[in-house]
């Protein structure tokens, strides 16, 4: 499958964001896709925010963005998306999309297509 993410930018704190991931390709080989992150100086370190399971909508989340930020998925226009409130500088990051078989998991090596990534910043 192939996955472009979008949506990410420069926002203050309180501010909020949606991502959006559009995939294409053999998405029906993937029945989880799923949110991580990177911070800044923490490469190769991914962080599992929350997954969706393709054809039913179940979603599943870390503790990262609990409360605050909220996973769907649209089947018609194959997109997944990840609506960020109440962001904190913490919460900078590129994020990543990633579509796996393994539905939920948190790890990145179960995940076999991943995007280019989208920035977010959150200024103080």
């Known amino acids: 499958a192939e996955l472009v993410e979008s949506g990410g930018g420069l926002v203050q704190t309180g501010d909020s964001l949606r991502l959006s991931c559009v995939a294409s390709?053999?998405?029906?080989?993937?029945?989880?896709l799923a949110w991580f992150r990177q911070a800044p100086g923490k490469e190769k370190e991914r962080i599992f925010v929350?997954?969706?399971?393709?054809?039913?909508?179940?979603?599943f989340y870390s503790m990262v963005g609990k409360g605050r930020f909220t996973i769907s998925r649209d089947l018609g226009e194959n997109t997944m998306y990840l609506q960020m409130n109440n962001l904190e500088p913490e919460d900078t990051a590129l994020y990543y999309c990633?579509?796996?078989?393994?539905?939920?998991?948190?790890?990145?090596?179960?995940?076999?297509?991943w995007g280019r990534g989208t920035q977010v910043t959150v200024s103080s």
């Open positions: 929350a997954a969706i399971e393709w054809s039913e909508g179940l979603t």
């Open positions: 390709g053999h998405t029906f080989n993937y029945p989880s």
């Open positions: 990633a579509a796996g078989r393994i539905i939920a998991s948190s790890v990145p090596e179960h995940y076999d297509s």
